[in-house]
């Protein structure tokens, strides 16, 4: 958070082309590290047991400050200066750091925090495991597809909507990122619920489902306010895997203490696919159109997909479900 804070400091006070690039590799560097902590922090505190309502609701407080944070340095920079937006949001570490000391470190189990125990194997050992985990790998490949899909289609969409509504874009487009968040935050809970309940592959499947349903929604849907309500599949996307991505690396890691490792390995994947997929997109678009782009996006999808519903093993233990008790009076 320190480095997430100071990246914007530099950048108010220095906007020139070197601080501005070495601040950009501190937000970086912070964020990687910043997702996967409160993760692991929050597997300490509550267990496996209860990590999918848990992750839901942290999915839910991301989308409110998400909105918060839009609107309010939308505020600031409309009536102080665009250096304000950056000045402000530096200042955010100040309750960020009273936050973080409101959680004593002795509620945080090192041990739940690390995927349980490690079985007393080396850290190559570790690594090794993870590597050929087979089950890893697959859920990797299938969110690399759906980062590879899913990071380009809103810029994509966005260049469309000013095109076709100059006068009224900006709005449409504010919409169009406020709408999926007020939906991450309204089910994400119901979300690590219903993974709890039905098991992480269905919910995984809806998640992907609407991915290409949404790409190929884009691609025909002409009236620029209706590509506002197609955004609610968006929302739904973004539940799903906000939920379900640390909540399945906890499955899959379960007792062997390398969940913040494998946590890693996946956000590498996510980092690949959601570099490639503005590249890949713009290229397509530039030459063959923005329906062709929508298009394509509508197939890698769909390959995640296909990749999640063949390959994907269901991750919730059965002895972890819980249990309908029933009555009978005698």
Known sequence: ????SASALIIALWPIFPAVLGAQFLQAAGSSVVSPALAAISLGLVGHTASGERFGRNARFASIGNGLAAAGMGAVGYFWSNQAVFLVTAALIVPTLITLKHIPPNEIDPVRAHGGLDEGRSATAGVASLLTNRPLLTFAACVTFFQLANTAMLPLMASIVTMRSSAWATTLVAACIVVPQLVVAAFSPSVGRLAQRWGRRPVLLIGFAALPVRAVLFMVVADPRLLVAVQLLDGVCAAVFGVLVP??????TRGTGRFNLAQGIVGSAVGIGAALSTTLAGWISDRLGSSIAFFGLACIGSIGLVLTWRLMPETLERK??????TTRAH
């Open 1 to 4: 958070m320190i480095l997430i």
């Open 320 to 325: 972890s479900r819980p249990k309908l008790l």
């Open 247 to 252: 909540l399945t690396i906890a499955d899959i």
